[in-house]
Nanobody, 125 residues
């Protein structure tokens, strides 16, 4: 059974930085797309960033390009999201999510099917 455990959320001022971590376990397949989906109050889920375990290809949503960086530790099945230059509109619950299989990261990132419990990020002065 796939399990995803997030950490690293919190309160930060505009312009600040946070790093989220997600430890994954129980993968049945060697290939998967893993990343982050966020959901702000009153809004639908949004694919933030994903990475392919197969070839390391990445996807970033338009609203975070140039500010967020995704990385992974293959040995520990851990994925990180470094968030810089945070804005109030980045406030949301951030969920680590995964879909097993060899897919195009640009297609799948907004449709990941196994989610963690989420970690809240609040950007406010």
């Amino acid at each position: 059974q796939v399990q995803l455990v997030e950490s690293g959320g919190g309160l930060v001022q505009p312009g600040g930085s946070l790093r989220l971590s997600c430890a994954g376990s129980g993968f049945r397949l060697g290939d998967y797309i893993i990343g982050w989906i966020r959901q702000a109050p009153g809004k639908g889920p949004e694919g933030v960033s994903c990475v392919s375990s197969f070839d390391g290809s990445t996807y970033y949503g338009d609203s975070v390009k140039g500010r967020f960086t995704i990385s992974r530790d293959i040995a520990t099945n851990t994925v990180y999201l470094q968030m810089d230059s945070l804005k109030p509109e980045d406030t949301a619950v951030y969920y680590c999510a995964v879909t097993e299989g060899d897919f195009d990261v640009h297609v799948v990132c907004n449709h990941l099917d196994i989610w963690g419990r989420g970690t809240p990020v609040t950007v406010s002065s």
